[in-house]
């Protein structure tokens, strides 16, 4: 049973998620012209996107055990995305279990992604570009990493 104080932090990690993610799900929506849906589900999304919520999660919510974290991811994913949160758990340890080439592609690509989202809010970039021309930067990069994806619809990775 969850402590109050785990109920607490995952509700600071949910929120920070949200804060973070949700305009680049939603620059998707837009570019996209409409919700993306059960494109959300599939490998590549699903492991980009839980792994993007627990990056940005994990720090603000201290020592919180595991299965909070897991419960950030389901509902973090569920709030962004607009589906259920039920099957996404399942679905995760599946695909990691599994070692699904598209879902670990997209937690490498989110550990990308994070990193650049980061350097460009801390103070401008570390290659020196403008805090306005990394902001731009990270939308390019989320575009080309999910965004791409998301919009051409279902694509499988190649085994290397």
Known sequence: MAHLTDLWLARRGRRAALRIVRPYVERTRWRRGSDPGEAWMEPYALGFLTCLVTLVARPVMGGAPG???GLVQAEAWAALTG????PVGERVLTLSLAQDPDFTLGMGDALLFHSAHRGSHQGGTPDGLSEQTGAQAVLDLWDSLIGVRIEAGPVRA???
């Open 67 to 69: 299965e909070v974290l």
């Open 83 to 86: 589906l259920p949160a039920g």
């Open 158 to 160: 190649t085994a290397p």
